[in-house]
Nanobody, 117 residues
Framework: QAQLVESGGGLVQPGGSLRLSCTAS????????MGWYRQAPGKQRELVAN????????NYADSVRGRFIVSRDNVKKTVYLQMNNLEPEDTAVYYC??????????WGQGTQVTVSS
């Protein structure tokens, strides 16, 4: 069964760092574009970053460009999100996404990231 499992969330002070991981099972990981989304309370889910199958193309939301780095390891079937210089506005539930097409995508269960002093 296709599954994505996120880890690495938690509480961090402003200016701190966290690294999220998302490990896939039950899918041919190499053919999926992988993405990280987030949803803050009262807001719509938004794309944070995504990465293509070969890691050649990466896209970032304007709000995180220069602070977050997305990467993937196709052998480990894992995608990462390195988050640096975190701000309170980054507080949200972060979701991993595997997308093959509009009709074929999988979501993880989400991991909470809280940035607060």
């Amino acid at each position: 069964q296709a599954q994505l499992v996120e880890s690495g969330g938690g509480l961090v002070q402003p200016g701190g760092s966290l690294r999220l991981s998302c490990t896939a099972s039950g899918i041919h990981f190499n053919v999926f574009t992988m993405g990280w989304y987030r949803q803050a309370p009262g807001k719509q889910r938004e794309l944070v970053a995504n990465i293509d199958t070969t890691s050649r193309r990466k896209n970032y939301a304007d709000s995180v460009r220069g602070r977050f780095i997305v990467s993937r390891d196709n052998v480990k079937k894992t995608v990462y999100l390195q988050m640096n210089n975190l701000e309170p506005e980054d507080t949200a539930v972060y979701y991993c996404n595997a997308r093959l097409s509009a009709a074929a995508e999988i979501w993880g269960q989400g991991t909470q990231v809280t940035v607060s002093s």
